[in-house]
């Protein structure tokens, strides 16, 4: 590529300037003929575990943002009405502040990074900001931040992404592809921030704590804590309705023993999606399954937890098997170009990620009911760790808040044009404000949307089941 390719990739963002101004994202008024948010919910509900609807509007019932976590489908609704550059990239099309964390690479080294992409489509790469920028404002109303308090932190989300973008832009192309964040650098900010003043002690013994417990998360510790023996077999145990053992979801002992061949075919299709050829889940034989209810977004659909045995029953591997529907963008961006929604989930996050978990996959599996669904495959742990939106501080929500908007940027800068989304952005804070009042002004459509939540919840038009 030539100078003048960089040349011209910088022309057609500041020719999308022109014809979207960057004052145009600020702020947000409902449409007229603004879908109703329940009716909303009811249509998504339709495609998932009956019995477990309830328990993922109980979990989205706890305060706005746990609503706001549930509610994807929602906001790619309200963002589709909004300006867009025109500049599209792959986006995580989910990609609120939970769904960042922190999470093991083949190389066996830890880095912090997106890990969610249920959602992910090419699509316009404000979308993805607006979601983070606008999780952050909702995440500090609900820990008590000052509405000032709020709108730094949304502005350190949009600054960080804008000077991010532009360093990834003007750095050497492979720089800028392999850039990453690793555990220990993230650490490393984090005291400088302490040693700064910018961030308390709490900080940064919190961060070391994520970072030590996520690294004891693999599969190891997954079977100490879901796996008994039981009639001297090893099976995962029961915590109905969290996590239902094959056996207590059907009676019939020719359904499971089908069910279970299939899902054996399944890791046996699967391991071609893989990207080693002689990849070690070969030496692995199946044991046992069960269903697990995960997530907020998520629950309702169909997730299976894999136990698997290697040499003996002291070499485990759990893998689960995640259901992957149509993302909540295609109604408005068009269908996924892969008519396996487990490989859009799979090619997405490949794209996207710095580096991926080396058990991920896709294969389609045929359900209780006949029907055949699409499925991602992956390691249930694998060092993953994420932040506690629960219990943060206006100073530690403005270090994460840096480091999620320039993790945001180099997924973006990987899988889309860098140099036009950085001429777009530009340098001065023009569009860090309008996202800011993006932020509070979607704030405001959250907390009328989970009014409207809780009372369909009231009245008993929706039946939820907090506590699970």
């Known amino acids: 590529m030539t100078m003048a390719d960089f040349d011209e990739r910088r022309a057609r963002g500041l020719e999308a300037r022109k014809r979207t101004p960057r004052s145009l994202h600020a702020g947000w008024t409902p449409p007229i ?23 993922r509007y109980g979990r989205m019932m706890v305060s706005p943002f746990t609503f706001f976590r549930g509610a994807a489908l929602l906001m790619a609704s309200d963002l589709s009405t909004t300006p867009d550059s025109g500049i599209y990239t792959q986006i995580c099309g989910d990609a609120h502040l939970s769904n960042f964390g922190v999470f093991g690479t ?18 316009p790469w404000e979308w993805d900001l607006k979601r983070l920028a606008a999780s952050f404002e909702i995440a500090g109303r609900n820990a008590g931040f000052s509405a000032e308090e709020c709108r730094e932190t949304t502005l350190d989300v949009a600054r960080s992404y804008r000077e991010q973008m532009r360093s990834s832009a003007e750095a050497p192309v492979m720089r800028a592809w392999y850039e990453r964040l690793d555990a220990e650098q993230l650490l490393e900010r984090v005291r400088t921030e302490q040693a700064a003043q910018r961030a308390g002690k ?24 879901l796996v008994r023996v039981i ?70 659909t169909r997730a299976w937890v894999l136990l698997l045995r290697g040499r003996d029953d002291e070499d485990p591997l759990i893998l689960q098997a995640k259901e992957a529907q149509e993302s909540v963008l295609e109604r408005f961006l068009g269908a996924s170009q892969y008519t396996d929604h487990g490989q859009r989930v799979v090619m997405g996050q490949r794209l996207m990620q710095a580096a991926s ?27 993953k760790g994420s932040f506690d939106v629960e219990d943060v501080q206006p100073r530690g929500a403005r270090i994460y808040a840096t480091i999620c908007g320039q993790t945001l940027a180099r997924a973006h800068s990987r899988a889309g044009d860098r140099v036009a989304i950085a001429a777009y952005l530009g340098n001065s804070d023009r569009f860090d404000r309008a996202i800011a009042d993006f932020s ?4 405001d459509q959250n907390d009328r949307d989970y009014q409207a ?6 009245s008993g038009r929706l039946e939820a089941q907090p506590g699970l």
């Open 453 to 458: 939540f809780v009372e369909a919840v009231s």
């Open 440 to 443: 509070s002004d979607y704030a």
């Open 357 to 383: 978990d080396i058990f991920l996959g896709w294969q389609a599996v045929e359900g209780f009911d006949g029907v055949t669904r699409d499925f991602y495959i992956r390691q249930l742990h694998d060092w």
């Open 106 to 123: 083949p190389e066996r080294t830890m880095v912090f990074d997106l890990n969610d992409f249920d959602e992910t489509l090419p699509g």
């Open 202 to 225: 709490h900080q940064v013994k919190k961060a070391d704590a994520i970072v030590a417990k996520a690294r004891t998360k693999d599969s190891t510790t997954a079977f100490a804590k």
């Open 231 to 300: 009639d001297g077999e090893l099976r995962i145990s029961a915590d109905p309705p969290l996590i239902e053992p094959i056996e207590n979801l059907t009676p019939d002992t020719e359904v499971r023993r089908l069910l279970q061949d299939d899902m054996r075919l399944l890791l046996q299709e699967y391991t071609t999606t893989l990207l080693l050829e002689n990849h070690p889940v070969r030496e692995f034989t199946y044991v046992h399954m069960a269903r697990k209810v995960v997530g907020v977004g998520s629950v309702g």
């Open 33 to 55: 003929d603004r879908p109703d948010p329940v009716a909303l919910l009811e249509e998504q509900a339709a495609s998932r575990v009956p019995e477990l609807v309830p328990i």
